[in-house]
């Protein structure tokens, strides 16, 4: 991804996990991506009101036109729906399920297929439409989220669907063995001890008095996992944005 929506995502991704994370204790889990994926492809057709509306939401500032932002963005989703898996199980698509009653032109519909995303015109009060979404899910998933619609969708106009599946070993692996119990401190002040996996590794890492982390490499080499901690006590969640550039620097280390 490039820098600029890789900082939008890191933006967006805080935006949702402090609306959705209302309580302590609450575990939070966004996707961001799919969230962008979705939008960029309502963008399509769409007015400039709702466009500079999505831009916003999407985290963007506004050093850009919007149209530009969301042309720049749906060649990066197509490109991550190509994207080799470099010895990973990965896949990241998209799919639209308008209803008829929604009146779309032919070239809107061709300009979204064009993107690779799934575009189809069903009734969404019907069984049989609801199942095809279902099973879409199912299949896009491996079975992980085996059905997202319990009942007909009889008074939408579309279902926006994205689904990123991702699997892959650590280029370093923990020992199972070495899994002990260890001290951990809730954001309430409550203490307690949780498994925790030790090693020692040769990895990427950063720390400032407050805050440290690490970055985690796939042996799907163009992927890793970075997690930020504190150094100390727990913090609330609008303080991590102190960090939020840590994870897009070239040289993650010696930033």
């Known amino acids: 991804l490039s820098e600029r929506i890789l900082s939008a995502q890191i933006r967006l991704s805080a935006d949702l996990a402090e609306r959705l994370q209302t309580r302590p204790g609450e575990t939070a889990i966004v996707s961001p991506a799919g969230v962008a994926a979705t939008l960029s492809l309502l963008d399509i057709g769409t007015d400039k009101a709702f466009r500079k ?50 009146r779309l032109t032919s070239d809107v519909l061709e300009l979204m297929r064009a993107t690779g995303a799934e575009v189809s015109q069903k009734a969404l009060s019907e069984p049989s439409t ?19 619609l319990d009942n007909g969708a009889t008074d939408a106009n579309a279902v926006m669907l994205n689904a990123l599946y991702f699997k892959s070993d650590w280029a370093a692996a923990f020992d199972k063995a070495m ?12 203490r307690g001890d949780v498994p925790m996996m030790h090693g020692k590794f040769s990895l990427p890492f950063r720390a400032n008095q407050r805050f440290a982390a690490v970055e ?26 102190a960090v939020t550039d840590w994870p897009i620097v070239e040289n993650f280390a010696d930033a």
């Not at 979404?133 to 896009?140: F, G, L, R, S, T």
């Open 53 to 102: 509306a999505a831009q916003r939401v999407l985290g963007f500032d506004n050093k850009l036109d919007a149209a530009a932002d969301f042309t720049n963005l749906r060649q990066e989703v197509a490109s991550l729906g190509r994207a080799s898996a470099d010895g990973a199980a990965f896949s990241f698509v998209n799919a639209a399920v308008f209803d008829p009653k929604l």
């Open 130 to 148: 609801v199942k095809g979404i279902n099973d879409w899910v199912a299949a896009k998933t491996r079975n992980r989220i085996p059905s997202i």
């Open 179 to 190: 899994t002990r119990p260890m001290p951990f401190v809730e954001f309430d002040g409550k």
């Open 216 to 241: 985690l490499r796939y042996k799907a080499s163009r992927l890793s996992l970075v997690i930020a901690t504190t150094a100390d006590k727990p913090a609330r969640l609008q303080e991590f944005d």
